[in-house]
Nanobody, 124 residues
Framework: VQLQAFGGGLVQAGDSLRLSCAASGRAFSRWSLGWFRQAPGKEREFVAAISWSEGRTYYAESVKGRFTISRDNAKNTVYLQMSGLKPEDTAVYHC??????????????????WGQGTLVTVSS
């Protein structure tokens, strides 16, 4: 299983950006998927997740209402649409996959596979 995140870049505060994470491997539709981010000097934190069974979505409070996670099972891809970006959103964004049907999608330890990440920089 490989995950590759892309779509990061340098944007200004208030701009929008869409991240994509392409996955290889079988049974993508049965994976739950998450996005996490890690800012310099900080721990990796949960951003958003989408479950495999009902497409239920979860968001960190800091991004709720601004970010939207979605998936396209036909393309083995998960997306993170980000709008109203703020300088504090600056981080390396990682996608992750969970294959055991866990409900605890906001926790890093839940996930089985991780992508390398894509850098998002938001200037003020």
């Amino acid at each position: 299983v490989q995950l590759q995140a892309f779509g990061g870049g340098l944007v200004q505060a208030g701009d929008s950006l869409r991240l994509s994470c392409a996955a290889s491997g079988r049974a993508f539709s049965r994976w739950s998927l998450g996005w996490f981010r890690q800012a310099p000097g900080k721990e990796r934190e949960f951003v958003a997740a989408i479950s495999w069974s009902e497409g239920r979505t979860y968001y960190a409070e800091s991004v709720k209402g601004r970010f939207t996670i979605s998936r396209d099972n036909a393309k083995n891809t998960v997306y993170l649409q980000m709008s109203g970006l703020k300088p504090e959103d600056t981080a390396v964004y990682h996608c992750a996959a969970e294959m055991g049907g866990s409900k605890y999608l906001i926790y890093r330890r839940t996930y089985n596979y991780w992508g390398q990440g894509t850098l998002v920089t938001v200037s003020s």
